[in-house]
C-alpha cells in the first residue's frame, strides 16, 4: 500500500510539472500582466559584415486585434522599416534608434515587418528590432533567429505577409540587447527612454520670441503619421486654408474664430489625386497646385468643384515640368496684380517652361572668363544659365511668358502695392567662406531681371552690371515663405512688411522697404523666432486679419500658428494706392518695352543708358536688347558718353551672339575708355565689359590683344581690392606676364581668404611669366596656407581644385624642384591670413580705450588698415562686411549709425556681454547629461544639425530629437574673446573707424 501511495504521489507530481503549473503559471502572468519582455538579438546574415552589404529581413505575426504599440529599430549602419507594406520607421545611424507608434500601420490578422539595413563598412554589423505592445500578456516581436533574411528581395518582398521566403535563410544572432560592440549605446535603458518619450509636438508658444505687441497662438499640432509635415498653404474664397503635405495630401483647414467661441481647428481631407504640392493660389474659383513631387508629375495643375458642393473634385494639369530634379524644383504660384493673370516661381533644378514671350533676352549664358570653373562636391554642375525663374500665364496656363531668371532656388513671391514683386532668394551653404558665396537676399523682381545665379564657382558677383543686386542681404538660412503684411490687423509700418521665413535657422523676418531711385533700400528685423522654428509659409486671412505660419518641411514635427495684435497702435489699412516716384515711373516706362520689337525703343531707352540709377540703366539696356542689333550696333560702338558708352557697348556683346566679326569693334570702342580716369561702378563695368567680350566672343587676335594688355596692365593693382581680382583675371586669360607677381603679391597680403582665393582661381590657370621664385611663392599659398582657411562643405574640395588645376601647368622640372612644398604637411588648427607673423600687445579691456575713444574717431583714420586688422584678427573669418567675410556671424555691414565706438568696441572684447538673438548658440543637454552647444543649421526628420564653431561653417554635430533633455539659450557667445590681443590702440581705432565708415557714404556699386 505505501508502495502504491508514493507511486500516486509520484504521478500526480509529474502531472503538476508537465501540465498544470506551466498553465497555472501562464493564466497567472496573463492575469497580472507580468508576461516577460522578449530580448531583442543583434541578428545579421554573418556573424561579420561586409561593406557596402545590404539584407533584407522579414517576420511574420498574427493580431487577434489592433491596439498600441510602439516598434524600435536600428541597424548598424542604416535601417528602413516596413510595416504591410508602408514605410514606418528609418534610422541613418545605429547609435540613434528609430521609436514610432506602430497603431496606425496594424492590421487584424496576419502582419508583416519587413526591413532593409545596410552595413557600409566591413566588420561589425547587425540589426536590431523590438515591438513593445502595450496588451497586457501580449508578447514582444523581437529580432532573433526566427526571422528570415535575403540579400536580394523579389516582388512583394516587403508588401506581402504572403509573399512565399521559403528560400530565405536564417539569420545569425550576433548578441543580445545591450551586448556586443554596440553595448554602451543601445541598451535596454535606452530604449526605456526612447519608449517613455512624448510623442512629437509643434514648438511650444513659450518658446517662440515674437515682437512686442504681437500674439502668437499654436491652433494645431500636426499628427506626422497622419498627415504629414505642411509646407504650403493658401486661403480660399471663405477664408478657409488650404495646406499640403510635402510628401502627401492636400487639406483645407477651418481655423477658430478669433472670438474663442468655434471648435478646434477643423481639418478636412480635399478628395482628390493630387498632393505633394509646394505651391497653392485660389483665384478664378478653383484651387491652382504646382507640384514639385515625386508621386505626381512636376507642373501646375487646376483644382474645381464642378457641382457646387462645396467640395472640390476636378483636377486639370496645365502645364507639366521636367519630371527631373529635387527640391530645387517649382515652387509658387500667385495671382498677379492685374487680377487676370498667374506667376509661377521655379527654381534652378527645372529648366525654364516653352515660352510664347520672354522679358529677359533670350541671350544667357555662364559669361565666366576662366575655365574650368572649381567644382567642389559638384552640386548641380550639369545646370547651366539661366537658373531658376520666375513667369507668367494665364489663368488657363496656356500662354507663358518668362519675367526674371538666374535665382538660386527662390521659394516664393509676392507683390507689394506698387506692382513690384519681391522674392527671397536661397544662398549655398557649401560655399561659406568663398569669393563667390551670397548669402540669402531679397531682390526686387524686376521686368527681365538677372540675378546671377550661376553653379559651382561662376556665381556673379552684385558689382557686375549685367545682373540686378539685392534689396538686402539676410545671411546664411533656408528661404521658405514669403508674404506682404497687407489686410493684417497691424500697424501700418507691419501692413507694409514683407514677411520672409527662414527654415532653418527658425526666424521670421520683417523686411521694411522704401523707394530707392528706381528700386529700393531696406531694413529687417527679427519678428518672430524659436529653436528650432522650420518655418515654411505663412498667409493673412482675409477673413479675420490675422498672420497664420506654419513649420514642418522634410518630415519634421509642423504645426499651425496664428498671430495677431494686441497692442494699442492705430490698426487702420494702409492706402492701396501709393503715388509712384519719379523714377519707378520712368523704370515702368522702359520696362514696357521689354519682350517685344518696337520702333520707338531706342529711341526711347538710349538716354537713360548712361542713367545714375542702376535699376533705370538696366531697365533701358534690356529695352534695347530686344531690338533688331542692327537698329543700334553703330551707335552702340560710337558713343561718346562714358557710361552710356559702357551700358550700350555690354548689350553689344550680350547680343552678339557668335559673330566674331564684332570682337575687334567692340574691344576698339572699349579702348576708348581709360580706365584710370574711371571710378568705382563705370571702372568695374570696364573690366566686366572685357570679360564678356572675351567669353562670348573669343581669344582676339594677337595683335589686339596686346593693344588691350598695352591699355590695361599699367593700370594694375588699382589699389581697389575687387576691381584687381577681375582685371587680374583679364590680363591672366591674355598672357599678360608683368601682372603675375603683382597679383601674387596680392595673394600674400590681402587680408581676407576671399580675396585671396579669387586670385588663386585665376592664378591657376596662368601660363605667361612664372619664375621659380613665383611658383614657389605661390605654391606656398597653395599647400601651406590655403589650408587653414575654413569654409563650407565644399571648400576644401574647392582648395584642391585649385592646387590640382595649378599642378597640371607643372613641369616635370618644376614638380621635382617643388616637391618639398607639394608634400608639405600644414599646421591646419587655425586659419592663417598672413605669413607675416603677429606679437601679442596686451589682453585689451573697454577700460583701456575709454580716453581714446572719448574724442572720437576724427582724423585721418587708416581705413586700409583697419580692413586688413579685420582679416588678420580673424573677423572676417565668420562675419561679413561691406560684401565680403564669412556668414555665420552677424554682417557688419550696417553697424554705423547703430552703434557708438564704445557699444562697438564692447561687442568685440566682451561677446558674451550681449548676445545677437539672431546669432545666440543653443546649450542642448543629452539624455546621458553630455551638452552640445552651436547653432541649429538644418533639420530632416529626428535630425537636428548643429554648427559648433562659428570659424569654421563645416564644423557640425548631428543629434537625434529624441536624444535631447533639453535645449536652453547659451549664456557664452560663440564670438572668441581676445581677438584683439595683437593690436596697438592705434590699430583698434583704425578697426572702429572701418567698421563704422558705412554710414558715411552710399556704395559704388549700386549707383
Known sequence: MESQERLACSLFLTLMR????????????????????????????????????????????????????????????????????????????????????????????????????????????????????????????????????????????????????????????????????????????????????????????????????????????????????????????????????????????????????????KIDEIPVELGEAQGLCWAFDALYVVTNSSKYPRGLYRVTDTNNDDTLDKVETLRLFPNTGGEHGPHAVLLGPDGESLYVVVGNQTAVTELNTSRVPQHWAEDNLLEPPLIGRGFMREVMAPGGWIAKT?????????????????????????????????????????????????????????????????????????????VADIGPGSPTGVVFGYGAKFPAKYQDAFFICDWSYGKMYAVHMTPDGGGYKAEFEEFASANPLPLTDLEVSPKDGALYFMIGGRRVQSGLYRITYTGKEDTAPIATEPAATPLHELRAKLEAFHGKQDAKAVETAWPHLGHEDRYIRFAARIAVEHQPLAEWKDKALNETNPRASLTALMALI?????????????????????????????????????????????????????????????????????????????LIYLGDAECLAKAIAILETAPTQEEQIAHAKSLRLAKAGWTPALRERFFKWVCLRAPTYKGGASFQLFMEDIKRDAMATLTEEEKVALKPILEAKPDVQAP????????????????????????????????????????????????RFNNEGGAIGPDLSSVAGKYSPRDLLVHILEPSKEISDQYGQLEVTLLDDNKVYGRIMNLAGDKITLNINMMDPNATQSIDRKMIKSMEESKTSMMPPGLLGTCSDTDILDLLAYLLSRGDKEDPMFK
Open 654 to 730: 550680350r547680343s552678339a551672339g557668335d559673330d566674331r566679326t564684332l570682337l575687334n569693334p567692340i574691344l576698339t570702342a572699349l579702348g576708348k575708355l581709360d580706365l584710370k580716369s574711371l571710378k568705382g561702378v563705370d571702372a568695374e563695368t570696364l573690366v566686366r565689359n572685357y570679360q564678356l567680350a572675351l567669353s562670348r566672343l573669343g581669344v582676339p587676335d594677337e595683335a589686339m590683344g596686346k593693344q588691350v594688355i598695352a591699355r590695361l596692365s599699367p593700370s594694375f593693382p588699382t589699389k581697389e581690392p575687387w576691381l584687381d581680382v577681375d582685371l587680374a583675371e583679364v
Open 18 to 265: 508537465r501540465l498544470i503549473l506551466p498553465a497555472l503559471v501562464g493564466f497567472l502572468s496573463v492575469s497580472s500582466g507580468m508576461a516577460a519582455d522578449a530580448t531583442p538579438q543583434w541578428i545579421w546574415p554573418q556573424k561579420v559584415g561586409k561593406e557596402k552589404e545590404v539584407a533584407l529581413f522579414r517576420k511574420t505575426f498574427t493580431l487577434d486585434k489592433v491596439g498600441d504599440a510602439k516598434l524600435y529599430a536600428t541597424a548598424d549602419n542604416q535601417v528602413a522599416v516596413f510595416v504591410n507594406g508602408k514605410k514606418a520607421a528609418e534610422s541613418k545611424a545605429w547609435e540613434s534608434p528609430a521609436m514610432v507608434d506602430l497603431k496606425p500601420f496594424l492590421i487584424p490578422g496576419e502582419n508583416l515587418i519587413a526591413v532593409r539595413a545596410e552595413n557600409e563598412d566591413s566588420g561589425a554589423a547587425g540589426l536590431l528590432v523590438k515591438v513593445d505592445f502595450a496588451e497586457e500578456g501580449k508578447a514582444d516581436v523581437v529580432t532573433d533567429e526566427s526571422w528570415k533574411v535575403s540579400a536580394k528581395g523579389g516582388k512583394d518582398w516587403n508588401t506581402s505577409a504572403a509573399f512565399d521566403d521559403k528560400d530565405w535563410a536564417k539569420p545569425v544572432a550576433i548578441a543580445p540587447l545591450g551586448g556586443g560592440p554596440w553595448a554602451n549605446k543601445v541598451n535596454a535603458k535606452m530604449l526605456e527612454v526612447l519608449g517613455n518619450l512624448k510623442a512629437p509636438e509643434a514648438t511650444a508658444v513659450a518658446d517662440i520670441k515674437l515682437k512686442e505687441g504681437f500674439k502668437v497662438e499654436l491652433l494645431h499640432s500636426v499628427n506626422m503619421q497622419e498627415k504629414g509635415s505642411w509646407v504650403v498653404c493658401c486661403f480660399d474664397d471663405k477664408g478657409r486654408m488650404i495646406v499640403s503635405d510635402q510628401y502627401g495630401k492636400l487639406y483645407r483647414v477651418t481655423p477658430p474664430a478669433l472670438d474663442g467661441k468655434a471648435e478646434e481647428t
Open 394 to 470: 494665364d489663368k488657363d496656363g496656356k500662354s507663358w511668358e518668362l519675367i526674371a531668371s538666374g535665382f538660386r532656388n527662390q521659394y516664393d513671391a509676392a507683390f507689394n502695392l506698387r506692382g513690384h514683386l519681391f522674392t527671397y532668394d536661397a544662398d549655398m551653404e557649401w560655399d561659406f567662406s568663398v569669393p563667390w558665396y551670397r548669402p540669402t537676399r531679397v531682390n526686387d523682381v524686376a521686368s527681365g531681371g538677372e540675378f546671377g545665379w550661376r553653379s559651382l564657382s561662376k556665381k556673379w558677383p552684385v558689382r557686375w552690371e549685367d545682373n540686378l543686386p539685392p
Open 832 to 879: 592663417q591670413f598672413s605669413f607675416t607673423a603677429r606679437n601679442f600687445v596686451k589682453d585689451w579691456k573697454v577700460a583701456d580705450m575709454e580716453p581714446l575713444l572719448a574724442v572720437g574717431l576724427e582724423g585721418d583714420r587708416d581705413y586700409a588698415n583697419g580692413r586688413n586688422l579685420f582679416g588678420v584678427t580673424t573677423c572676417f573669418a565668420c562675419h
